[in-house]
């Protein structure tokens, strides 16, 4: 536990969301107050833009536009997929890191993402540690997925859960508006882990879901799909709603979207497209009524303009968090939530061992799935809606939303 | 032009909007307030809620759940997709229309929809006046494609205009969030006119648009695409942002999308999915770059939590313009929208003979689509901003959209 005086440096990777600039937001206000740190650098496309020197000086940013930022989606730094090799197998990119950690006496370090770049946060801060170089690392919780291990829940779910829970009520309004029947099947995002699929149990709380949800916790059986629907068409008059996450497997643990991959699918069909669509097309032809497939694609993780007012300002907090903690000496750790045994929804952050948070991931409790396999639990319920609370979005300008506009000055163009 | 005492009559048809049951709430409040009108009803599924006498006691529903129709998307009634035959063919359903009108002694029949249903509308009208029996009709414009002759603009294209501009600049900061290539193309909607497809150029004016817009208007080059996309490629490091209209036609006038609906598309490529999809995959193949598509799907005709406010307000008072008008005598006619020659935006509701709407499709003028063919001049934008301005959607229960309920009492069962 040392109070170090120097640089911070903070870099955004993985898939953006919603909310990571949030954070980023919370890092750079917290840092640019504390007289410990001298200087707040963003790096440009996370691990990558500090290998190859190109970061930003925050303190030249107007802080209006860094409050801007809590509203705008994706990572305004840019963002990378890289992973750091082990350092026994290939040294290079550590040494450079501690060079340019060196050169401009970085002693901050905070790196916002999901399991992979909790990964490389705890690669870079178990070398820091070994190499002597003194460097408080303290990573930043992000993913829409909420599947870190650990945390309460992620900041970036509770907005994609409302994206989802929305556009869901909207879309089951519009599906069923005409008196002949439609099968609508809708895909989400979420390779192993359910969160984002099972928010659309959020929107039947509300009257207006879907009637079959898919988890990826539950192996998929085509046969049984098909008969789900047929069950809920011969209910509702040939209308059904379906949702199923883009991660759903087969029993043999094989995802079901990997066999659109090729010009013809498992079942002989011509395929393109992703599960949802492939899902569709096997409706369509063996209960021969019409259907929609529906993507929610990127908008499900960059549609800031439904952002949840909970999960923005806990983003905010998270990275904000992440400085005090590490000025008061605390490193190799991930702050987490914690939810509080209060009634009133409060969530506070804390710390955990940073490797308990690399490569580690959370799904949703099989306990919480409907006996059928298609629905959610109350328990859901009663955890995920307090995260969707609250509407917090970008100021308007002819119509539409202002989102932050940063300078960029880079370091060694100052 | 007779003023007339009975019921009044009111349906929505064709496909459903942000906004098509905020005119239904300014008929109906409208209509609940003329002393003339003595009851007021909402037919299901429209056209054949009157056939089937399956309609609703409007002066049942409480105020408040109106007052929410404004926010509400899609067709809270029921719509349909049902063309009258003429007259001359099969007078059945014309016979049949006249008895339930006399039934429930309805002198003021409102007709929510687009060029279809303005169709229906127009022989409704014709029949009623050429059968002698009084009956005030008026038509109420609606459509997200913007195609109906003579009106400045529809109800319904601001809130869908504002939908994609906000998405699409969203998308574009997460598109371009990796320092590695990515090439998205866009499905918007839109047949034969490119109005909502233009929308994407409002994203640019802000700075975070499309590289290519891709009207219908505009006959579709696939090769000429496929430099374009190359020729972006070549300056933004191999990203780009192509949206393109689900309508988009080769120069021999036949969908670019029909090709997809085989296993093979015209190309020789396995197919299954919208143009877009079909555009992504001959990107890939021929550039070898990586590609996503994405379709805007039935999220951007009712993403009612995007609405314009501007939509929102205007829809209503097309609807209780209408009202208005049929009370003071006027039938047989639309309400249109004529733009006012003030320095500030202001739109006035006038009639137009209905007939001229009928069937008629207004296309984007050509002369506003830049020389290359994939872009807008600043024609369209002066033209199309006002129309996405304020916000206006339900407010939250749960932070989710608390949308109307309506009671649904049935005429017959009242």
Not at 328 to 336: A, L, P, S
Request: proline share 4%; aromatic share 10%.
């Amino acid at each position: 536990m040392k109070n170090l005086v120097g640089a911070c440096m903070f870099g955004q990777s993985g898939g953006p969301t919603s909310v990571i600039n949030s954070s980023a937001a919370g890092v750079f206000c917290e840092a640019l107050k504390q007289k410990n740190i001298t200087e707040v650098y963003g790096a440009a496309h996370g691990i990558k833009g500090i290998l190859n020197e190109e970061f930003y000086v925050i303190n030249e940013e107007d802080p209006k536009e860094l409050e801007l930022m809590k509203y705008t989606p994706s990572s305004a730094l840019g963002s990378v997929r890289y992973k750091l090799k082990n350092y026994e197998d290939d040294p290079t990119d550590y040494n450079r890191l501690l060079e340019v950690f060196k050169k401009y006496n970085i002693r901050y370090f905070f790196y916002n993402g999901g399991n992979d770049s909790m990964d490389t946060c705890n690669k870079v801060s178990k070398f820091m540690k070994n190499s002597g170089y003194d460097c408080n690392v303290i990573g930043v919780p992000k993913t829409i997925d909420n599947d870190l291990y650990g945390t309460d829940h992620c900041p970036g779910y509770g907005s994609a859960a409302k994206y989802i829970a929305t556009t869901l009520m909207e879309i089951n309004l519009d599906a069923k508006v005409y008196d002949t029947g439609l099968v609508c099947v809708i895909e989400v995002m979420g390779r192993n882990a359910g969160w984002l699929t099972a928010a659309a149990a959020l929107a039947g709380y509300k009257g207006l879901g879907a009637d079959l949800i898919y988890l990826p916790e539950i192996p998929f059986d085509v046969d049984k799909f098909i008969n789900d629907v047929k069950g809920v068409c011969a209910k509702n008059g040939n209308k059904c709603i379906a949702v199923v996450s883009e991660g759903i497997k087969t029993k043999e643990g094989k995802y079901v979207g990997e066999f659109t991959a090729s010009s013809t699918d498992l079942f002989g069909h011509a395929q393109l497209g992703g599960v949802g669509a492939m899902l569709a097309n096997i409706v369509k032809e063996k209960l021969g009524v019409k259907t929609r497939a529906i993507e929610f694609s990127l908008m499900q993780r960059c549609g800031a303009h439904l952002a949840s007012k909970v999960d923005v300002e806990e983003a905010f907090e998270a990275g904000a968090a992440a400085v005090r903690f590490a000025v008061d000496g605390e490193t190799d750790k991930m702050v987490i939530f914690e939810r509080q045994p209060s009634k009133d929804y409060k969530m506070k952050p804390v710390l955990m061992p940073i490797e308990q948070a690399a490569n580690t991931e959370k799904t949703v409790p099989l306990n919480w799935i409907t006996d059928n396999g298609t629905g959610l639990s109350q328990e859901f319920i009663d955890y995920a809606l307090p995260l969707i609370q609250g509407d917090a979005k970008a100021p308007l300008e002819d119509g539409l939303p202002r989102f932050a506009k940063l300078k960029k000055v880079l370091v060694n163009k100052k």
